[in-house]
């Protein structure tokens, strides 16, 4: 190489812009950046649940379900601060947002038997998961569980009902409510009132039988079995074999005349104890009358019924016993509640107030009368009736603060007074008379019959009847004289025998007349002997059981 040659040195250029080199580290940070972007957008929010225990729940196995659709799923468990229960930690799916709101409910669904049936059979097989009742309310992160499934969700179409009650029976959370023996509803829950003597339950009437409540519906009580005993004997009712066993509510609405609000929201109903309750208070106009009683009460209870012609008008609202020292005897005061509106006043242009009916009433006969309603029970009531030519006997005194009614004794006294009375009757029969002048008719009897002349006329009878038959044998083998001379012999003695009778039996002496009235009660003994024999024969136990039927006359064979 010559000198001459001259190498070309490199020319060095400085870069004034960023290098190609840092595009690719660039646009990794912006991928990544919006894979992060799109991951946390396609995310669906998280929630924590709080339940008692955490019992079949698994982390990442339990879903969340809504109308049986999977919407999320349980990723951790973790005790509270306080270790009395779990916070479950839920996942949800994107657009579950508008789920999470302060009425939002959460529940374990597992196999389980309510007064609606069995439940959650399916979970034997795909294990317990959690179900989701959306409500409405402001967004929320934190929710309280159900301990137990709710008996309505939001879905279902109907109307929430207050009721109040004095006693709340057999009613319970799920106790049914019918209408017209239909199932129309279910009682969601109870609580105590503020006054501690009345509770308050909640229920829920599903449509579309809460269109039939307005704010005259009657609702009672038909829980368990109402068993009853009064006048009328043992009653049993029980609506259904659900409500027998869990409690239960019927309810109607009457029809009306009057405006009677539809919206119910702020009504609270009255819950009564039975049908028979709201009919009895179905009549305001009430009257109060006390009757005064001689004979015993045992039987008579309060809330007997007062009838008039078999139809109930009242009731006996006490019993009482009253004593008078100045004549040491003691009354028995019943004080009863007629109510007049259960008697139809046909007549027209009636004014006529109940007091003047009633008095008009008493003045033609009207009066009080105790009477049995049920043998087997022995319950007694009260009957109204008339008995025209009965006395007015008022045995109230001028203190006595309810207007009095007039009574007369019930049957059984008025039988046992009659009967006092024949035995009283029968006390006064001067019996040993009687027994001395029976006594005085068998001793003549016996001495008519065993006197000499007595034997003496009997046995010349008999001979005298043995020689007639020898006189008649002799006629018939043909000894015709010696026959006459004994029949005459035979007619001697049968007139000795005549006249000696008749020395004995004078016509119309103490003798004969006593012997005739013996043989006549001879013979009525024998007959009364003979029809007893014929009775024992035919039935052995009529001595004990008595004649239950009447004997067939008897008819003689020709």
């Keep these: 190489m010559s000198n001459g040659s001259q190498v070309a040195s490199p020319s060095v250029k400085q870069r004034t812009g960023p290098s190609v080199v840092w595009l690719i580290p660039l646009v990794t940070v912006l991928i990544g950046g919006w894979l992060i972007v799109k991951t946390l957008s396609e995310q669906g929010p998280e929630a924590t649940i709080s339940f008692k225990t955490a019992e079949g729940i698994e982390v990442g196995k339990t879903k969340i379900k809504y109308k049986s659709v999977d919407i999320g799923v349980i990723e951790d468990v973790q005790f509270a601060d306080d270790f009395e229960s779990v916070i479950l930690t839920a996942k949800f799916n994107q657009g579950m947002d508008n789920f999470l709101r302060r009425n939002t409910r959460f529940w374990v669904v597992k196999p389980q038997l309510s007064v609606r049936g069995v439940s959650g059979l399916e979970t034997l097989v795909s294990g317990a998961y959690i179900e989701i ?15 137990e499934q709710p008996l309505i969700t ?9 009721l109040i009650t004095d006693d709340l029976g057999s009613v319970d959370a799920g106790s049914p409510i019918y209408y017209q023996g239909l199932l129309a509803g279910e009682v969601l829950g109870k609580e105590l009132a503020n006054d501690a003597e009345s509770v308050y339950i909640y229920a829920f009437v599903r449509d579309p039988f809460d269109q039939l409540i307005r704010g005259n519906t009657r609702f009672w009580n038909i829980s368990g079995i109402d068993v009853s005993l009064g006048a009328d004997g043992v009653q049993v009712r029980t609506a259904s074999l659900v409500s027998m066993i869990f409690g239960g509510i019927a309810f109607d609405t009457p029809d009306s005349l009057e405006y009677t609000p539809a919206d119910i929201s702020d009504l ?35 809330g007997a019924p007062v009838e008039f012609k078999g139809i109930k008008i009242g009731e006996v609202l006490d019993v009482s016993l009253e004593f008078n020292r100045v004549d040491t005897t003691f009354q028995i005061p019943v004080l009863v509640e007629l109510e007049p509106d259960r008697i139809v006043d046909r007549t027209p242009d009636a004014d006529t107030p109940p ?35 009965s006395p007015l006997n008022r045995r ?11 009574t007369v004794p019930g049957t059984f006294e008025a039988l046992t007074s009659t009967l006092q009375g024949l035995v009283a009757q029968l006390d006064q029969v001067e019996l040993d008379d009687i027994a001395g002048h029976l ?3 068998l001793e003549g009897a016996d001495e008519l019959i065993n006197t000499a002349e007595s034997e003496e006329t009997v046995t010349d009878l008999q001979a005298s009847m043995r020689a007639l038959k020898n006189v008649l044998r002799d006629v018939e083998e043909g000894r015709v004289d010696e026959t006459i001379a004994a029949a005459r012999e035979v007619l001697g003695d049968l007139e000795e025998t005549l ?3 008749n020395e004995v039996l ?7 007349y006593n012997l005739n009235r013996m043989t006549a009660e001879l013979e009525e003994t024998s007959r009364a002997i003979r029809a007893l024999l014929e009775l024992l024969q035919r039935k052995p136990n009529a001595l004990i059981f008595g004649r239950d039927e009447p004997e067939e006359p008897e008819t003689e064979e020709p």
Excluded: C, W
Excluded at 133 to 147: C, I, S, T
Excluded at 288 to 299: A, C
Excluded at 506 to 512: A, D, M, R, Y
């Design 133 to 147: 009742d959306p409500g409405p309310g402001a967004p929320q992160k934190h929710f309280v569980g159900l301990e």
């Design 506 to 512: 004078v016509p119309n002496s103490p003798l004969q």
């Design 439 to 441: 006594l005085g008719i």
């Design 396 to 406: 109230g005194g001028p203190d006595t603060p309810y207007p009095e009614l007039p």
């Design 499 to 501: 006249a000696l009778t």
């Design 355 to 389: 007091e003047a009916t009633l008095q008009t009433l008493v003045d033609r006969g009207l009066r009080a009368q105790l009477q049995t309603g049920s043998l087997l029970t022995g319950q007694l009531y009260v009957a109204l009736d008339m008995f025209p030519n």
């Design 154 to 162: 939001t879905d279902d179409a109907g109307s929430r009902i207050t």
């Design 268 to 302: 609270v109903f009255t819950l009564h104890d039975s049908y028979e309750a709201i009919q009895a208070r179905a009549y305001t106009r009430k009257l109060r009358f006390v009757l005064y009683f001689e004979g015993s009460v045992r039987g008579l209870n309060p």
